[in-house]
């Protein structure tokens, strides 16, 4: 699984993985444990992955995801030790340990609190999500098996 295939949506926890379009929107399936299945229409809000980013004073603006996500796999091994009820100075540090230069004005401690979420998430149900290569590179992967 990449990041490619998993959305979240907001207003609902969690993380789902696409399944495919359909007339009424998209099929989404939870990654919990629970499998649920559900429909979201074409007024929901719906991110995929790996096209978020967060905010940095870098020259670029931000940094995707995916990036920060290795970074913290690298770095921790699928245990940060943190959880959405660590308090809101843990989870500041721990960002600024990870992505040094993030923008603290526009990245939330909520924003921090999801990324944990789902990184503890995805560390323990699609550890190999990490490791994937970019989306760009993945076809000349696949042509060379």
């Not at 004005?105 to 990324?115: F, Q």
């Not at 979420?117 to 323990?124: G, V």
Request: aromatic letters at 6%; hydrophobic letters at 35%; a negative charge.
């Amino acid at each position: 699984m990449n990041f490619g295939e998993i959305a979240a949506v907001a207003g609902k926890g969690g993380l789902f993985k696409v399944l495919k379009p359909s007339k009424a929107g998209v099929i989404l399936e939870s990654l919990d444990d629970k499998k649920t299945k559900l429909v979201v229409g074409a007024d929901a809000r719906v991110s995929i992955l790996s096209e978020i980013s967060i905010y940095t004073h870098t020259q670029e603006g931000s940094t995707p995801l995916i990036e920060v996500m290795r970074k913290i796999h690298e770095e921790f091994e699928g245990d940060t030790g943190l959880d959405k009820n660590s308090d809101g100075e843990e989870l500041k540090s721990f960002l600024k340990h990870i992505l040094p230069d993030y923008d603290e004005d526009r990245v939330y401690v909520s924003d921090i609190k999801k990324l944990v979420t789902w990184y503890n998430l995805l560390a323990k149900i699609a550890p190999e999500s990490f490791m994937e290569q970019p989306a760009d590179e993945a076809p000349e992967e696949k042509e060379a098996e």
